[in-house]
């Protein structure tokens, strides 16, 4: 049987550790962090993601936990709205709307897929070669509070691993894309920080927006069971945080429009998490190197503003796992064929890097002119191209998975 060693157990490296023992291949799962527990937030899944989830059986399940986007659309800090959305309309036109759930309850599915003790907690990649597909890693001396994972010996060294196929789903600040691309210039900092919240909001009404001022964006998103996702961006130096968050996001939008002075009085302080948002400003050369491939924010990570970063990651897995063939009989010529997944998956995640990041853009504008300028231009491209702000329209939302 073939083996394929995932490196990291985030969205991107389960979708692909299920795809790929779908297709019959031995897969191990090496993730350095002692926990499967994502950050504590909400995510949007686009129609797109959720056809890639349905060839693992797994999209209706997340369609089930989750609560559809609904009518919204992109509004000013004062509430007036600029741009509507229709859930409806998304939904005849791509065969989903937008569905937002918590992420820890995708990561549950996915792992209840695998088959138990695929995923190896504190087990850190040190090295991978490209050519035999060789894995170095080594296991600290951490806790497994996580059940649903093997368990790390204290200590223990994971030594080496000869693999197949090594899918480098690493994350952002990829230790593998450094080694195999060291003439990428890595992730630049966007100029924005990034907060997120669960209130739980029962009795709070709201309906899902995204309101944008003078280089900030605050957005809500009501989940299944009385829950809001909040999250919020502000054009400040990387490096910031410490303190209380909440208390910073109630001095910066506790002004806004209802509902959110409500959401944030009824946000609990240690609920609040604040990132800084990198991304990559160039694209890679290629999606694999020899037996290894990228996939995810290693990959192609983006500015969170089309939320495609999760839903491309899902989509890179299922494509690698259809590229990489079944894995029931002798090993799979891998290298001869990651080819293919280059050439199915570059050019399109990089268009959508490239589009969130010019809405980055447009949404640290704070000269007050540029501001209504901005959102005059927002008004009417909106009113002009119906559905334009659905934020993606055919060519994302409307991407159909492989068929074997
Ligand atoms: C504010 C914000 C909001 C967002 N909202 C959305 C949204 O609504 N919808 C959406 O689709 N996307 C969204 N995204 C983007 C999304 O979060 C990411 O694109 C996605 O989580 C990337 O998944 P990944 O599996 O590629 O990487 P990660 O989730 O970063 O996983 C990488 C894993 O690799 C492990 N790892 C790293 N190095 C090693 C090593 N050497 N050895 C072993 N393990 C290692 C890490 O511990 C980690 O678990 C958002 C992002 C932000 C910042």
Redesign the pocket.
Known sequence: MAHAVV?????????AAVALQRRGWDVTV????AS?E??G??????AN?LKALDTIDAGDEIRKLSAVQGDGGVRSAGGRWLARTSAEAVSAQYGDSVV?LR?AQLVDALVARLTPGTVRLN????AVDPDTGRVT?TTGAGENPDRRAAPAEQGEAAGEIEADLVVA????????RNALFPEHPGPVYSGTT???VLVPAEGVPGQASESWGAGRVFGV?PLAGGTTYC?A?DVVPAGGGGGDQLAELRRLFGGWHDPIPALLAAAEPGNV?R?D?YHLAAPLPAMHRGRVAL?????H????N?????????E?AVVLAYVAGPGGGPAADVASRLPDYTAARLERTWKIVTRSSSINRATKIRNPLAVRLRDTATALVSRLVPGAMSGAGEEIFGWRPPTA
């Open positions: 490196i990291g157990a985030g969205i991107g490296g389960l979708t090496l993730e350095r962090a499967l994502p950050v937030s909400g995510l949007a899944v686009a993601a937002l992420r087990t850190t990649v040190t890693a789903a690493d994350g952002i600040h990829s230790p593998v990034s907060w997120r998103m999250y961006t998490l990132n948002v996939l995810g924010d290693a990959a990570a983006m500015t969170p089309l939320g495609q970063g999760a839903c491309q990651a899902i890179d």
